[in-house]
């Protein structure tokens, strides 16, 4: 009875053992029976199950039912669950797998025996979160490799000895070798690094040894598999174990080598700009927003009377007087507000105590957002530009004056724009407005007369083009009135351009028409005084010249009668009557010349012939007082001329210098030389006027006689007649 009560006890003791085991499991537990239809598992009930069955399944009250029930259309969406248990509870082999309940949305790590013929025990765990955790390191792992392998960089990937382990991304296109020809390899195997950078590589492998480090970006050259050399960087991570220990290196290398070439351009190009700054004469500085220097050229610093870095960091209150430093924050604040340069002209203060007087641009420097962010500003000293503008004013005033006082129109040419310049006076003396006056060439070439328009222009552009010192030329203006107006127009070029082009031309108008009046009025009285003269003259003349002409008429009468006395004479004689005839011809065109009435005829003329013929007439008609002495070259070439017009010029010059003489005892010189004309240069007449190419005669007084006797007049002018011929005149004749 004792032994039977204590194995009840113990029996007893054991279920409560048992079940307090199973109802403390942290494993879900299930003990079920299979049910089979033909041999085919198709459902299961359940028997019994545990608390942490129901807190992982979140599923209750399931004992005595089926899983259908339990879980309704498991057995559609999750078949292999039930064909797995079902194979168990036949053959009796326990399984251990993991499994996802779509029915569920949960992941299970199931292990399932027979504990008898079509039943199974389940034991299981809820790994969904581990699960979730490993197909999302999956997927991470994934997403980096995928990352690796089209990276823009280049990947590689080392171990703890710095073998590599992953050659990917851009590797092979920047080092040139393929994934099979580096894996395996160290990294000295590779001969990737250039020799003067290797110290730098192994301070860098060093330090992420040690664990100083695990993220290190460097820099250095490396080898390509074609022997190129190319700047890269290297971004190494390192990845290590729970304990600390090197696990795996992955580097991602940029080639920087047309950075690094840019960046080196930049560096020159930098120096070249900061040299050419500073050998700049114009003050030059940065500043920030703030108004705080940056820095400065060294310009700026000779004038500040500090080196740049003493200007970093101070304002212009610090470095120049209060009230001028007081202007400057305001223009700076007008560049930076409104985003714009602007520039200003001021005195400014110097060390030495004096001032100068500044041009200054200031642009503003722009940010990424666009938005100025400081200012540069370049200061010019134009103080000797500024005293000239006022000289110049002071000047134009005193010009201005000037040309009021004297009446005088001017104008101001500019060649490049065809603007033209006019102050009112040029207006007034035609009778306009000023408002009347057009700035243009077009209007005043419209108001020249048009038998004047052709020589104006040619003489300004006989200036332009060089061939004459000034343009200055007399030409007729229509008035307001109607009327033409005398003008007096002179005016030089007073501005050319680097190549000589002009730029700039300035002159006067000077109204002539009162003085152009009376030296016509005058002319015209000179004329009437020279006929009356010539008339006088003639006079003398005629008595000389009749007694000559008697002389030829007694030899023509002569002839004519021993003609007739006897006609076998008439051949020999009828010559010299031609002779005489002729010669008589030649006396009336002598006087006709003289009187001004011969016709012009061009022809070609033996001028000292001339010369002699004329002067032996007058030794016949001058006055005894006045003895004419000659000295005629023989070697003279004939002239093409009017042989009358010649000869009056000759025997007027020969006459008034006969009348100089008057009444007392005195000499008339006649020279008639052969000159050499150079082509190209210049000559002038008594005037001073130039004379042209393509003159064939040139008269000019000669020596100066002193009378021969008893004389009180002094010197009395000679006659020099020089002749020369367009042979002498060069090849511009």
């Known amino acids: ?72 259309g498991i057995l559609e969406a999750d078949p292999q669950l039930i064909e797995t248990y079902g194979r168990v509870a036949k053959n009796g082999k326990p399984e251990r797998f993991e499994v996802f309940l779509e029915a569920l949305q949960m992941w299970f790590l199931v292990s399932v025996y027979c504990p008898k013929p079509e039943h199974f025990v389940a034991l299981f765990d809820v790994i969904t979160e581990r699960k979730n955790a490993e197909i ?97 960087e290297w971004y190494n991570t390192v990845l290590r174990n729970l304990e600390g220990k090197l696990l795996s290196v992955l580097s991602q290398v940029l080639n920087i080598t047309s950075r690094r070439q840019a960046e080196d351009a930049l560096l020159k190009e930098k120096a070249l700009l900061r040299g050419l700054i500073d050998s700049a004469d114009d003050l030059i500085y940065f500043k920030d927003s703030n108004g705080i220097y940056l820095g400065c050229n060294k310009a700026s610093e000779k004038f500040i009377g500090l080196t740049e870095s003493e200007q970093i960091g101070k304002s212009d209150f610090d470095l120049l007087d209060h009230e001028i430093a007081d202007q400057v924050q305001k223009h700076d604040k007008m560049v930076l507000q409104g985003g714009c340069s602007v520039r200003t002209e001021h005195w400014i203060p110097c060390q030495d105590g004096g001032k100068v007087f500044m041009d200054t641009a200031k642009t503003p420097i722009f940010g990424i957002d666009q938005q100025p962010i400081g200012l540069v500003g370049i200061s010019r000293d134009i103080t000797v530009r500024k005293q000239a503008e006022e000289e110049l004013i002071q000047s134009n005033e005193q010009l201005k004056f000037v040309l009021e006082g004297s009446q005088l129109g001017f104008w101001d040419w500019n060649m490049e724009t065809g603007e033209v310049v006019r102050n009112e006076q040029w207006s007034k003396m035609l009778g306009y407005t000023f408002s009347e006056i057009d700035f243009s060439t077009t209007q005043w070439t419209n108001l020249i007369h048009p038998d004047d328009r052709d020589r104006a222009w040619q003489s300004i552009k006989d200036h332009i083009e060089g061939r004459t010192p000034l343009h200055k030329a007399e030409y007729r203006m229509l008035a307001k009135d109607g009327q033409y107006r005398w003008i007096l127009d002179q005016a030089r070029i007073v501005k050319y351009s680097d190549e000589g082009k002009p730029l700039r031309m300035c002159g006067t108008h000077t109204d002539i028409y009162e003085s152009k009046k009376a030296e016509e009025e005058k002319q015209i009285l000179e004329q009437q005084l020279q006929h009356t003269q010539k008339l006088e003259s003639l006079g003398v003349l005629s008595g000389g010249i009749a007694h000559d002409f008697n002389n030829i008429l007694a030899i023509i009468m002569g002839y004519c009668s021993l003609t007739k006395l006897n006609y076998e004479t008439a051949e020999r004689n009828i010559p010299i009557i031609e002779d005489a005839a002729e010669k008589a011809a030649g006396l009336c065109r002598q006087m006709l010349a003289y009187a001004g009435k011969a016709q012009l005829t061009k022809t070609k003329i033996n001028m000292l012939k001339n010369v002699e013929e004329i002067v032996a007439m007058l030794k016949a008609t001058l006055p005894q007082n006045a003895v004419i002495k000659t000295d005629l070259s023989t070697v003279i070439p004939l002239i093409e001329g009017d042989a009358n017009q010649l000869r009056q010029v000759v025997m007027n010059l020969i006459i ?77 004749c």
């Open 1 to 72: 009875m004792a032994d039977h009560i204590n194995s009840d006890e113990a029996i007893t003791e054991g279920d409560e053992l048992y079940r307090s085991l199973f109802e403390n499991l942290l494993n879900g537990f299930a003990y079920c029976r299979m049910l089979f239809d033909d041999g085919r598992p198709v459902d299961f009930i359940y028997l019994a199950v545990n608390e942490a069955f129901k807190s992982q399944t979140g599923l209750n009250d399931v004992v005595g039912k089926k899983v259908s029930e339990v879980i309704p």
């Open 136 to 232: 999302a390191m999956q997927e991470n792992q994934q997403r980096l490799n995928f990352l690796v392998d089209n990276s823009p960089m280049a990947t590689v990937e080392w171990d703890s000895n710095f073998i590599v382990t992953r050659w990917a991304g851009e590797a092979e296109n920047v080092f040139g070798w393929n994934k099979a020809e580096t894996i395996g390899k160290t990294i000295m195997d590779l001969q990737i690094i250039y020799e003067e950078d290797i110290p730098i590589v192994q301070q860098v492998m060093a330090q992420l040894l040690n664990g100083n480090s695990n993220y290190i970006v460097s820099t250095n050259r490396n080898y390509t598999k074609n022997g190129q050399v190319i700047y890269c």
């Open 656 to 732: 008034n210098a006969s009348e100089a003489i008057g009444t007392e005892q005195g000499e008339v010189d006649v020279s008639l030389t052969r000159i050499k004309v150079i082509a190209g240069k210049e000559y002038e007449d008594y005037h001073g006027k130039p004379i042209p190419l393509g003159v064939t005669s040139h008269v000019e007084p000669g020596k100066l006689s002193r009378p021969s006797s008893g004389g009180t007049r002094g010197f009395v002018p000679s006659c020099n007649v020089r002749i020369a011929s367009p042979e002498q005149l060069g090849t511009n």
